[in-house]
């Protein structure tokens, strides 16, 4: 073997070594030159058996970094869809919670006027059925008049709590 092969050879077989990433054409070069050189030595036939599995290594890495790669792209793309999907649901649930906000808050409204028209002493009778809750919503929505005229009609206890509630709705 010529000095100025040698130095060539082990140039390119030490950039095979420190290179992770080798390309088609240094492998190419190295298939090439170990096809048209003549072995002198032990210590050569083991560098070039270390570099052929070394090679073969980084090979096989490569392709399982290929398929981590594809994997997680595919994952990475079923995320976004979810998430997609989920930003989408999560609108149409606040779109329909804001309607059934409005509904309750107009049935209230008309429950208010309808305790209104009634007879103080009946309209009292059915809102001590209430939860005291509902009875607030009821009693908030009704003019100031009518609803005093009702919480007079209740029983003292009843009458005391929503009363103590109704005034810090008043602060809030």
Partial sequence: MKSGQKIGTAALLAALILSPY????????????????????????RILVTLKEE?????????????QEMSLKTLEGEVDKK????TALKAELE???GQKGDEEANN???????????DPVKAAQLLATLDDKAAIAV??????????NILNNLEQKKAERL?????RLDQE
């Fill in 83 to 86: 998430l997609n999907e989920l």
């Fill in 139 to 148: 009693l908030s929505a009704m003019k100031k008049k009518a609803a005093a």
């Fill in 22 to 45: 080798h390309t088609a054409k240094a492998e190419q070069a190295v298939s090439a030159e170990d096809d048209s050189l003549t072995i002198t030595s032990v210590e050569e036939r």
């Fill in 55 to 67: 090679r073969s290594r980084l090979s096989q890495w490569e392709k399982k970094l290929a398929e």
């Fill in 163 to 167: 009363s103590a509630t109704f005034s």
């Fill in 108 to 118: 209230i409204q008309e429950l208010g006027k309808m305790y209104e028209k009634m």
């Fill in 95 to 97: 779109v329909l919670l």
